[in-house]
């Protein structure tokens, strides 16, 4: 099956969950292709994205300024004429630059909706015209599910199915853990509002005072860097938190196996913003780490409250504080709970039972369709019918035959658009920001 991704920008170091979604269709025997809104900001990159060349089949929306639109490029026009499915990631220019695409040459589309996309200021009218005209609208969680249903109506969240972000197992083996001369404490996360990591801190401090042997190790980086570091040295905890910025994910599982708790208290916004399932919590999790979080959104459903860590109200700062004591005197109570977390992770959260459900709704939404990954010649009807939609940038194509074989015909495609050197222009408008009226 030829699958297009849409994202806002690829890579993205904290994407992890689009990233492994992509590598286990790869490994399926899927062909991906990867538009991204916008251009990397990033240096460091997940080594999966050179494992797979992920960078040699992602195509760059190129910002029209004159037109206050994009482009497409010669290559995501040939690319999209024979592609099956699109899968945009976020209900933002992800899936709103989807619909217009599977308005254009009519191929089908799902979206998946995570966290700020649907929770922070959510433009009810556009979330209904999306819905309305993709296939299927996928979610990481019940909590998801049911928050769409209040705010959209069961009408809607009928579409709704829930496919959890599933991590792949292989690589995140749970270590024999030795007793460290200090137990360590350790947070992964970009360093934004919502990640709670202020609360972290002031948590940290009041068992510092207490329990000596004790340290907080810190990755990520972000905006809130130097209110994090003014917190630091104004509570005097210099010598107990160590902030490693941003890491590669090698790195980030070193960490994990040398650390005793994973500590994430997420927390929601004035504006009604959150967070989905953290995926460094399920890591932290399959490496066998008990977890300390807070009731927030869809956590509750894989850190199992007094089973596979604790969990305390959002900004409660004491009871924080007191799950981390109860963590840091029971090393027995660490162990059974990083075991009991690892089976959670292996029974709701495997990529493998991901794949599975994700390939399927995929399948179902092609059933009355021909499979173009199937064909190589002559193309058939169906990307006839593409090449109309888009006619009258395609004029030229006329003269095509129909038993020239497909490298041919996306070949002839792409000197078209060369020979403009334009490539295809998708305006924006106030009511849509990627389309045409």
């Known amino acids: 099956m030829n699958i297009t991704y849409i994202v806002r920008r690829f890579p993205a170091i904290s994407e992890t969950f689009v990233l492994s979604q992509m590598t286990d269709l790869i490994d399926g025997g899927h062909d991906i292709k990867i538009i991204s809104v916008l251009k990397p900001n990033q240096t460091t990159i997940h080594h999966d994205v050179e494992k797979y060349n992920l960078l040699e089949k992602t195509e760059y929306l190129s910002p029209d300024r004159s037109e206050l639109g994009f ?66 609208v996928i979610t990481i969680s019940d909590f998801n599910k049911n928050y769409l249903n209040d705010l959209l109506g ?39 509002e919502k990640k709670g990591i202020p609360y972290a801190i002031r948590a940290f401090h009041k068992i510092a005072e207490e329990i000596k042997n004790v340290e907080f190790r810190i990755i990520g980086d972000g905006k809130q860097r130097p209110e994090i570091n003014y917190l630091i040295g104004k509570l005097g905890l210099q010598a107990k938190i160590l902030l490693l910025g941003t890491q590669p994910h090698s790195v980030v599982l070193k960490e994990m196996e040398q650390a005793d708790i994973f500590l994430h208290p997420s927390i929601t916004l004035a504006g009604g913003d959150g967070e989905g399932i953290p995926v460094s919590i399920m890591e932290a999790q399959a490496m066998g780490l008990p977890v300390v979080s807070t009731h927030h959104t869809g956590i509750p459903e894989v850190v199992i409250h007094g ?28 162990k059974e709970m990083g075991v009991e977390g690892r089976k959670q992770i292996e029974l709701k959260n495997n990529h493998h039972t991901e794949m599975i459900l994700l390939s399927e709704l995929f399948k179902q939404s092609l059933e009355s369709r021909v499979l173009l990954s199937d064909i190589h010649k002559p193309y058939p009807d169906e990307i006839k019918k593409r090449v109309r939609s888009v006619g009258q940038y395609l004029l030229e194509l006329s003269s095509v035959n129909a038993s020239d074989e497909r490298i041919s015909f996306q070949q002839k495609i792409y000197n078209y658009f060369s020979r403009k050197k334009k490539g295809l222009l998708i305006k924006k408008d106030k009511d849509d920001m990627y389309g045409r009226k």
Do not use: W
Not at 163 to 190: S, T
Not at 308 to 324: C, Q, R, V, Y
């Open 307 to 334: 089973k596979t860590g604790f969990l305390s109200p959002e900004k409660d700062i004491d009871s924080l504080a007191e799950n981390l004591k109860t963590l840091l005197r029971n090393p027995d109570l660490r």
């Open 154 to 192: 069961e009408e809607y969240s009928r579409k709704v199915k829930v496919i959890r972000c599933g991590i792949n197992l292989e690589n995140l083996i749970p270590p024999a853990r030795k007793q460290n001369e200090k137990c360590r404490i350790l947070f992964v996360g970009r360093f934004v």
């Open 71 to 136: 482009r497409l490029t010669p290559e995501m026009i040939s690319s999209l004429l024979f592609t099956d499915i699109m899968h945009a990631h976020f209900a933002t220019e992800p899936a709103e630059c989807a619909m217009k695409l599977s308005s254009l040459f009519n191929i089908p589309f799902v979206f998946t909706c995570h966290a700020h996309d649907i929770f922070f200021a959510p433009d009810i009218e556009k979330l209904k015209k999306q819905f309305d005209l993709a296939y299927k």
